[in-house]
């Protein structure tokens, strides 16, 4: 079974993947640690250095790379919905799952010890995710809001949804 988590940035996907993983006995992957491993560099010196595209190159690059793998949760980047040949490289055998909340639950759990290029600016930040939301929609087989649940619930949630 291959499950793969979408969402904004905030939704969970991070949180969440772990403890669902642990819960069906899969593995889990983070695709932001692989691009990182893959680039020698942390998200903030790709964007830099590189700009979005550069990113957007090796998510891609990193898509591809996961194309044939098994028995694994893969929480993805918030971003993997701006390039479809990501998540098709993805699908294959996969229950693709997107974590939804409002902005305003986003705008409370995002981080700032966790550097976010494309989030800097809260109204740059609202725009991109009212133009993602449908793509998010477009993408997913079952989305499942986060709002007011905790990591558990979501987790059940999931799991009920995905009819195991
Ligand atoms: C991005 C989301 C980030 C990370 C990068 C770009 C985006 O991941 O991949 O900063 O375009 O939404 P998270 O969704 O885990 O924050």
């Known amino acids: 079974m291959k499950i793969v988590l979408i969402g904004f940035m905030g939704t969970g996907k991070t949180t969440v993947a772990p403890i669902l993983a642990k819960k069906l006995g899969l593995n889990v992957i983070e695709m932001d640690d692989l691009i990182t491993d893959k680039a020698g560099k942390s998200i903030k010196q790709i964007f830099a250095e590189s700009g979005e595209a550069g990113f957007r190159e090796l998510e891609v690059a990193v898509g ?3 194309q044939n793998i098994d028995s694994v949760v893969i929480s993805t980047g918030g971003g993997v919905v701006m390039n479809e040949i990501i998540l098709d490289n993805l699908k294959n055998n996969s229950i693709i799952i997107d974590l939804s909340a409002t902005f305003n639950n986003v705008l409370k759990r995002i981080s700032p010890k966790i550097p976010r290029p494309l989030f800097e600016d ?10 993602r939301k449908p793509l998010y929609k477009k993408f997913a087989n079952i989305q499942v809001s986060t709002d007011g649940k905790t990591v558990n619930e979501v987790v059940d949630d999931i799991i009920a949804r995905i009819n195991l």
């Not at 740059?124 to 009212?130: D, G, M, N, P, R």
Request: charged share 55%.
């Open 64 to 66: 591809k790379d996961l």
């Open 122 to 131: 809260k109204d740059k930040a609202q725009e991109l995710y009212e133009l």
